[in-house]
């Protein structure tokens, strides 16, 4: 079983929204969550992090469009992606470290965004 889990995820036309979230296993202590994406083709990319005390960063890409946020009681991150982009079009994953910065990846959610 994949010890994290990806939601949200789904076609949407360009200007939309979408909410991703991603839980992970009670059973793994959680340091820093991170949402990564990969269109087909290209590298697999950054998009947002945050640490366990909330400290927020972004790719260039998508500052002042998506906004990550984290629930530390829950073991769960979420990224709100608002104003989307054709070129946003990924497969987008979850990726947390636990405090012994062991690395865990969720299956992906697919993300389209239609001009």
């Known amino acids: 079983q994949v010890p994290l889990v990806e939601s949200g995820g789904g076609l949407v036309q360009a200007g939309g929204s979408l909410r991703l979230s991603c839980a992970a296993s009670g059973s793994i202590n959680i340091n820093d969550m991170d949402w990564y994406r990969q269109a087909p083709g290209k590298q697999r990319e950054l998009v947002a992090r945050i640490t366990r005390g909330a400290t927020a960063t972004y790719a260039d890409s998508v500052k002042g469009r998506f906004t990550i946020s984290r629930d530390n009681a829950k073991n769960t991150v979420c990224l709100q992606m608002n104003s989307l982009k054709p070129e946003d079009t990924a497969v987008y994953y979850c990726?947390?470290?636990?405090?012994?910065?062991?690395?865990?990846w969720g299956q992906g959610t697919q993300v389209t965004v239609s001009s």
């Open positions: 990726h947390a470290n636990d405090f012994a910065y062991t690395g865990y």
